[in-house]
């Protein structure tokens, strides 16, 4: 494990160097604290929201999913109290115009930090986090909209419809993965705050009484999520809100955090937050949002929700800085990132010893029978063997094929083991099958 001081730069470099993450609009100089996932990224995000989804909604009958749409009615946000209170104080430079929070610990000293002008503050002002847009041709009041600041509006609004479509009693849940965006001012460490970011949240309904019930159930089936995507242990911890951490809608709240190179922080949380939207809900829309028991009709009530709320791109985050280690393997330096091989981008690297002898052949054969068994692999036939093993290690891929001279005797190929460094024969007939086992 690199030292915490420059694991993050390292990260950066990784990222870039083995196509997980690029600045967004690089060529133009890049925007402020947005990012685009690139080709082994967007299979490694795509991998995380899949194991979330099957473990929330495909292992469990009481958990439906929805998309809701990312313009929503502007109401939403007024009932959610997002239009009133999700604001910040912030201050501005006089001399180089950036806007800091109030709270930040240069704003107490009086000099900028990032054109070191003493006393040039102005007095605070409050700005809103929300990305204001307008629906329709016409600018005016009438048609403004924002863009999602959170997924879990979506869900709620969606309440009545998706409990008499799909049949469900409570206590059911109600599961979205989407895009939220928020106006970020102190943006940073990489994609840990970003302005545009995607949620993986599930709401689940239950009845007042049993809400500190469930809340202990979600912070246990949470935990033990996270823990199966091979995050050590000791990297994480639970920080319950104390009174004044606590949101508007929270009873009680708690933290997944994780050690990361800039001290512990939040990735998910799991929230009581009561009756609080559903009922605002109402209240703004006249609908009524109530559960209506259905052995006895006389019992009705405002469901209080229990929230699981994770961060894609922090999860992402918190997966590669649990991978990533620096070793020296027989007086040679490797990086390795050690992905869980559920998680890994690719799941194979197939290396053909020498390009003569028909070894590019086979390799490419064994290469097809991988990808259309939908098992990702990566050809590679450039520089040494050794080489070849040093990017697929650092790129995170789990098992590396190569077809040497003893494959055009036998048609078994050398299997090495990313972590253990293990190698051994398995027969290419055996490859799909042998990989598929071992991704878990």
Not at 53 to 74: K, P, Q
Request: proline residues 5%; hydrophobic residues 40%.
């Amino acid at each position: 494990m690199a030292d915490g001081s420059d694991l993050m730069d390292k990260l950066v470099s990784l990222c870039k160097r083995r196509g997980y993450v690029f600045q967004s609009s690089e060529i133009y100089g890049g925007a402020g604290s947005v990012w685009d996932y690139g080709p082994l990224g967007v299979e490694l995000k795509n991998n995380i929201k899949a194991a979330w989804w099957r473990a929330l909604v495909h292992e469990r009958e009481d958990i439906e999913g929805i998309d809701a749409a990312i313009l929503m009615h502007a109401r939403v946000w007024e009932a959610s109290g997002h239009v009133a209170g999700f604001v910040d104080p912030l201050v501005e430079c006089r001399v180089c115009h950036r806007r800091f929070r109030a709270d930040a610990p240069e704003v107490a000293k009086q000099v900028c930090p990032v054109c070191g002008s003493k006393d040039s503050f102005t007095e605070p002002r409050l700005f809103n986090l929300m990305f204001k847009t307008f629906m329709g041709p016409v600018e005016d009041e009438a048609s403004v909209v924002y863009l999602r600041p959170e997924t879990a509006q979506g869900i709620y609004v969606n309440f009545q419809n998706v409990l008499s479509s799909s049949r469900q009693r409570i206590p059911f849940g109600i599961a979205q993965i989407g895009k939220a965006f928020r106006n970020e001012i102190t943006p940073g460490n990489f994609i840990f705050r970003t302005r545009e970011f995607e949620q993986m949240e599930m709401q689940f309904f239950v009845e007042p009484g049993t809400d500190e019930q469930w809340l202990e159930h979600w912070k246990a089936e949470r935990m033990q999520w996270v823990q199966s995507l091979g995050i050590q242990p000791a990297r994480l911890r639970f920080h319950e809100h104390e009174s004044g951490e606590l949101a508007h809608y929270a009873k009680r709240a708690f933290d997944i955090q994780y050690e990361f190179p800039f001290g512990w922080q939040e990735f998910e949380g799991i929230h009581n937050r009561t009756d609080f939207d559903l009922k605002r809900h109402q209240d703004y829309s006249g609908k009524k949002l109530e559960y209506v028991d259905p052995v006895n009709r006389d019992k009705r009530y405002i469901p209080y929700i229990i929230e699981t709320s994770a961060g894609v791109d922090r999860t992402l985050l918190v997966v590669l800085a649990d991978a990533y280690r620096e070793e020296v393997i027989e007086g040679e330096p490797r990086v390795v990132l050690a992905l869980h091989p559920r998680l890994a981008p690719i799941k194979a690297a197939v290396f053909p010893l020498v390009n003569k002898d028909g070894m590019p052949e086979v390799a490419g054969r064994v290469h097809q029978l991988l990808r259309h068994a939908a098992v990702p692999s990566f050809y590679d036939d450039s520089g040494s063997i050794g080489r070849r093993y040093r990017r697929q290690d650092e790129a995170g891929t789990p098992f590396a094929l190569t077809i040497d001279g003893q494959t055009l005797q036998d048609e078994t190929v050398t299997v090495r083991e990313r972590d253990s460094l293990r190698q051994e024969r398995v027969g290419i007939g055996r490859v799909v099958d042998y990989v598929r086992g071992r991704i878990g």
